[in-house]
């Protein structure tokens, strides 16, 4: 760990939207999931949700799992499993997050008409089938991005991005890049998991604290 490495790792933690996810249904081609997952860190998400494709595998916290993931984003974006996707959302809802399904309803609105300052979650649906009515019930918004071409549909790794940039822009006119939105004792756990990969699944297995680093990103003794 050199002084410049820690530094940046500070610096990309410093603007991290813990308030800010993604739900990713059973997406299952992997340059898809690999490009979201690229597009959550370019936007600051620190943690990702998804339901496992039927048969598929995804990214553990380690990333030694997803094979295709673009330019080691899932180091960044650590993905939390889900069994299924209406559960996910009331989990997510109960954590006080609103729950944004892409889906075309009636209720759908606008993409660009929501509030992204607050605690939210963009639900993306499967490449084929897309959100899951049921799903998209559950959610309290469903959103769409208006097109108008012969096609009525993107890619889902195309969709997130753009409503993910939508949300980032509301957040930085909100200052909430400004400060970080990191408690210190959760920026102290992400650093040092950040830091040092290949240490931290060791301490949590064996229910450990991390050690405390100095401010070049040493283990102190």
């Known amino acids: 760990m050199t002084p410049e490495r820690y530094a940046k790792i500070l610096r990309v933690l410093s603007k991290r939207q813990p308030t800010l996810t993604v739900l990713m249904d059973e997406v299952n081609k992997p340059h898809n999931l690999s490009a979201i997952v690229r597009t959550c860190d370019a ?51 109960a954590q006080g997050f609103q729950v944004l399904a892409t889906h075309l309803s009636q209720r759908s609105v606008d993409y660009r008409e929501v509030d992204y300052t607050r605690p939210t979650c963009v639900l993306l649906g ?28 993107l890619n889902v790794s195309v969709a997130a991005a753009t409503i993910l940039f939508e949300a980032q822009r509301q957040r930085l006119a909100a200052g909430m890049y400004d400060a970080p939105q990191l408690g210190d004792e959760d920026l102290r756990r ?14 949590r297995e064996r229910g450990e604290s991390y050690p405390a680093l100095d401010e070049h990103g040493q283990i102190l003794a």
């Open 126 to 153: 499967a490449e084929k089938w897309g959100v899951g009515d049921e799903a998209a019930e559950a959610a309290d918004h469903n959103i769409i991005i208006p097109m108008f071409g012969m096609v009525q549909s």
């Open 190 to 203: 992400w650093a040092f998991e950040w830091a040092y990969p290949d240490l931290a699944p060791g301490y």
């Open 43 to 93: 936007v600051g998400v620190l943690q990702a949700h998804a339901v496992p494709p039927r048969g598929g595998r995804l990214v553990d916290f380690d990333g030694h799992t997803f094979e295709a993931t673009s330019g080691s984003a899932h180091k960044w974006v650590p993905v939390q499993k889900h069994a299924d996707a209406v559960g996910a959302v009331r989990d997510l809802q």
